[in-house]
């Protein structure tokens, strides 16, 4: 009898119907969580799909389109126009208020940073210029570096040398290339040459002819290093 009992247990159809059997009573005991936390996963990843494809992809592409017109004001030196609009068309500041969590609005920031300084308000264009933030991919870091290039820019403005190394030296690290290193190497080099710190001065500077030799900033490099050389 021990034996026949061990064979059934052995059975591949026995194990089958016990193990099926004791499935059935798991969901019978947890069915019912099981469903919720289903019910979740499918809430949160189409909320995900949903908000992207039929929400912020449309807002950002209205963004896009208002902001086109400021843009145009903006190539064209009308500064004013472009971040407050002509009544007709909307203005950066618009763009912002409207639609600001889209890139585009991220970008008229940017802008409009670049606005108020052009017309001479330094407190709102740094205001505007350090809501923007940074963002990944190659046609971008040229924005970000000009972004944090002019924070420097306008600190130097204020006389505020030391504050300025900092947006300097994240500019050059942002846009690590030919076009827009070199500029913000020198700017740094300079600031440090203004501060007193000559051993920064110079390693700015070489780093341009080094690393940077066919730029324009290379051109007459060797003079700078030769000035703070001689401090």
Do not use: W
């Amino acid at each position: 009898m021990a034996a026949k009992n061990t064979q059934t247990e052995k059975d591949p159809e026995v194990v089958i119907e016990s193990a099926l059997n004791r499935t059935e009573e798991f969901f019978q005991k947890n069915g019912g969580n099981l469903i919720i936390a289903l019910v979740v996963v499918l809430v949160v990843v189409g909320g995900y799909f949903g908000y992207k494809y039929l929400y912020a992809a449309p807002r950002a592409e209205k963004a896009s389109d208002m902001m086109f017109v400021a843009q145009q004001q903006f190539a064209v030196d009308s500064f004013k126009l472009a971040l407050e609009g002509d009544g007709n068309n909307a203005g950066f500041l618009d763009v912002i208020e409207k639609y600001g969590a889209t890139p585009a609005g991220n970008l008229a920031r940017h802008y409009a940073g670049i606005c108020y300084l052009r017309t001479g308000d330094l407190t709102q264009a740094m205001e505007q210029l350090r809501s923007y933030k940074a963002t990944k991919g190659a046609p971008n870091t040229l924005v970000n570096a000009q972004n944090y290039g002019l924070q420097g820019d306008i600190l130097v403005q204020e006389g505020k040398f030391q504050e300025a190394v900092d947006p300097y030296k994240k500019a050059v690290e942002a846009g690590d290339n030919s076009l827009t290193a070199p500029c913000y190497l020198k700017k740094l080099g300079l600031v440090y040459e203004k501060i007193g710190d000559y051993a920064a001065a110079k390693a700015a500077f070489e780093r341009i002819g080094d690393e940077f030799p066919a730029s324009l900033e290379a051109r007459d490099i060797e003079k700078y290093i030769g000035r703070v050389d001689q401090q």
